[in-house]
């Protein structure tokens, strides 16, 4: 039982078509977020959200949307994919604020726009 | 600026003997929570240790020790007796709690290879 669960894996997608990710989580947490994993960058967040239908942007938001209709689901949009998006996405949940809450991490998802 | 600097881009070390992978943060929030991930060749984020910012004592886990220098603002991962298995990626990522909306901000990472 992961508790978290992104999909797809893998993906192979075409400049200029739209893509989107999905994270699912079943731990009821409050806080859901996507980062890139790029080398050399460490992983970048994109979006997050603290709530049903409340997100806000990460240091790397640019060509991105997301969406969080209920608890559970999580969306990262890419309207029209670009080569520079090929990269490893994560998705990450935590808790209620507070310094002792820890992260987990879904097993991510392998973007390759060509 | 960068919250978490990690200046060692490799790492090497002898199987059985102990490395220390250095972190510097950079934060003006009094309340803030810093975490050690390992990521394997397999790819999955592995949380390894935590310690926070009001902690008195440096955290330890098994063989994983954090070296936790407030006032220089350092948090330096140390693993004892290294092991083959250890070979990976190693991220050190802050959470600000007061200023940062939860969200957890990530080093560059340091690649470290255990040699037999």
């Known amino acids: 039982d992961a508790g978290i669960t992104q999909s797809p894996r893998h993906k192979v997608t075409e400049t200029g078509t739209p893509v989107t990710l999905r994270c699912h989580q079943t731990e009821n947490h409050r806080y859901m977020y996507w980062y890139r994993q790029d080398p050399g960058h460490g992983l970048r967040l994109i979006h997050y959200s603290y709530g049903v239908k409340d997100t806000d942007k990460g240091e790397v938001s640019d060509g991105y949307s997301v969406s969080r209709s209920k608890t559970e689901d999580f969306l990262l949009t890419l309207e029209s994919a670009t080569s520079s998006q090929t990269s490893v996405y994560f998705c990450?949940?935590?808790?209620?604020?507070?310094?002792?809450?820890?992260?987990?991490f879904g097993s991510g998802t392998r973007l390759t726009v060509v | 600026a960068q919250k978490i600097t990690q200046t060692q881009p490799g790492m090497f070390v002898q199987e059985k003997e102990a490395v220390t992978l250095d972190c510097t943060y950079d934060t003006s929030d009094p309340s803030y929570g810093l975490f050690w991930y390992k990521q394997p060749s397999s790819g999955e984020m592995i949380f390894l240790i935590y310690q926070g910012s009001y902690d008195q004592q440096n955290a330890t886990e098994g063989r994983y020790s954090l070296n936790f220098q407030k006032a220089r603002k350092s948090a330096n991962l140390v693993i004892s007796a290294s092991q083959l298995g250890d070979s990976a990626m190693y991220f050190c990522?802050?959470?600000?709690?007061?200023?940062?909306?939860?969200?957890?901000?990530f080093g560059t990472g340091t690649r470290l290879t255990v040699i037999p």
């Open positions: 990450a949940i935590t808790g209620d604020r507070g310094v002792n809450y820890g992260y987990t």
């Open positions: 990522a802050m959470r600000e709690v007061q200023t940062g909306a939860n969200n957890l901000f």
